[in-house]
């Protein structure tokens, strides 16, 4: 019976959420990604008004933005009782239209318990004009204000790499002026 009623609640939260959301009983260490285009990642920021949004753009092929993920995911902690949001918006290329195994399994090892998103949208083509990512580099950050408005941009080059010093600074004096 009650692996009836298990079965029950995972079709519905499929018909309700999607494939991509669903995270089966049993397993709590499972982080939910969502597939998303322009318009859903403009929802999910819609979402958190009234928050100081930081949404960080990365990919598993993204030396820099592995290496900074953990950053990111102590800051998602370190903030969050201050008003801070965190969500990750991943540019890995889609397994026939669904979450590849390895976002999954690196979000999963990062303890990443922040909204998850990946882009259906390839960043070479499309996604990286779609999402503002005009030059194609990774990492990326975006800030938004408590009204859901872009304020600030962060992204390193070649010559000065991406610091979360830096965004760290951003997000303080963002948490500080937009209340």
Known sequence: MLKHIVGLAVVASVLLFGLESVVLAGDSKATTVRVVDKAGFDAEIALHKGKIVLVDCWATWCVPCVKEFPKTVAMSHDFADKGLVVISLSFDEL?????????????????????NLISELPLAEEGGVAFGINDGALPHMMLFDRKGKLIRRLAGTEEKPLSHDDVASAVEKALKTSK
């Open 95 to 115: 397994a026939d239209g669904k979450v590849p195994t390895k976002v999954q399994k690196f979000l999963d090892k990062q303890g990443a318990d922040f909204p």
